[in-house]
């Protein structure tokens, strides 16, 4: 009894058991079926989608898309930048700068930063992937070596002094030739034997135009947004002497720049001086004016005391006259007077009264009275007789 029950209970598990394998297959083939019928892309990126049949789609638009069980390929459409540096960073290849031999034959190796971007259009990106298969492959076999291609030839157009007091120089003739082509270069020999480059050049339209090479960037739309060169690191020999020749050129500025400094300074003394002088010369000539101001004054002052005194003198003088002449006057009064007193004839001056009233009376008095008066109130004091 026990037996036969265990016996069915192991029957049901066998028959079970294939079933729930089955669904668990089916639930993995659906995810697998899932995830590769549908795909999505990102912002600044480009999926290429190779579906089984062979036929190629180009996905720009960020989102979910069908992917049809078709291999996948990954672009970076936004700005990226490759760095060609002798310390690369975690993950980069190795030493990447690029070494470079100058026109005087001085070496040396070029950091630097470089920023491209590639199209947006989707027929661009489609050439890219038939030509290149790999967004990897398009910067090791396309970008780097263009890279390398015009720092390189550029430099050998320019000597070690040029790459390294004129660096503003070199990084636009890196940047030009990236954007727009390889300069042609025709060699020339002056009379000395020394052999220069110049650059070949066409006249269009009125306009000096510079013949380029091909520049593969165009064809691909792939465009180059920024240029950075971090350091150019000299061979020793050239290293040393580039300073030796920056450090005379420092101490000849530095000099230079003091000799215009004591100069300046110089002038600024005699500026200082000149405004001395002039400042002394204006005090004295104020104080010139000002002793001849108060010498006038004083002058003044004398001819007014002067005037005052002759007017004082001639006042005076006036009146010693003017007395004289009263003092004969009332002398000449009192003397007829007198001389009226002792005779019998009428006075010539009558005061309330006849001309006949007596003699002696107190009416005639009142006239000496008068005179007495006058004569002391203009200074005049008749003389005594004798």
């Given at each position: 009894m026990f037996g036969k029950g265990l016996s069915d209970q192991l029957g049901r598990t066998r028959r079970i058991f294939p079933s729930a394998i089955g669904v668990l297959a089916l639930l993995v083939i659906a995810l697998v079926a899932v995830f590769n019928l549908f795909d999505h892309n990102d912002v600044g990126y480009a999926t290429v989608v190779q579906f089984p049949n062979g036929s190629v789609r180009v996905i720009t638009e960020p989102g979910i898309f069908f992917q049809g069980f078709g291999k996948l390929t990954i672009y970076k459409t936004a700005n990226?930048?490759?760095a060609f540096s002798k310390d690369p960073k975690e993950g980069d290849p190795g030493d990447t700068s690029i070494p470079v031999r100058f026109r005087d034959g001085g070496q040396g190796k070029v950091t630097i930063d470089v920023t491209f971007k590639l199209p947006e259009d989707k027929e661009s990106l489609s050439r890219i992937h038939t030509d290149w298969h790999s967004y990897e492959q398009l910067e090791r076999g396309l970008v780097r070596p263009q890279v390398n291609n015009v720092i390189q030839l550029t430099a050998t157009k320019l000597s070690s002094e040029e790459s390294y007091t004129q660096k503003?120089?070199?990084?636009?003739q890196v940047f030009d030739q990236l954007t727009s082509g390889?300069?042609?270069?025709a060699m020339v020999v002056d009379q000395d034997g020394k052999i220069n480059f110049k650059l070949k050049a066409s006249e269009k339209d009125g306009k000096v135009i510079v013949d380029r090479q091909p520049n593969p960037f165009h064809s691909y739309k792939i465009g180059i947004t920024k240029v950075t060169v971090?350091?150019?690191d000299y061979a020793e020999e050239i290293n040393l002497t580039l300073k030796a020749k920056q450090a005379a050129i420092q101490a000849q500025v530095t000099s230079k720049a003091n000799a215009d400094k004591a100069q300046q300074e110089a002038l600024e003394a005699k500026a200082r001086g000149e405004k001395m002088i002039a400042e002394t010369l204006a005090e004295e000539s104020a104080k010139?004016?000002?002793?001849e101001q108060e010498l006038k004054r004083s002058r003044l002052e004398a001819e007014s005391i002067r005037v005052r005194a002759d007017a004082e003198a001639y006042a005076k003088r006036a009146n010693a006259s003017a007395n004289k002449s009263l003092d004969a006057k009332l002398n000449a009064w009192v003397e007829a007077n007198k001389a009226w007193a002792g005779s019998s004839a009428a006075p010539p001056v009558v005061f309330n009264g006849a001309p006949g009233a007596g003699k002696g009376g107190a009416e005639n008095l009142y006239p000496l009275l008068m005179m007495k008066m006058l004569s002391e109130q203009v200074?005049?004091?008749?003389?005594p007789e004798r």
């Open positions: 990226d930048t490759l503003d120089l070199f990084i636009n390889i300069y042609e270069y971090r350091d150019i010139t004016a000002a002793a200074g005049v004091n008749p003389k």
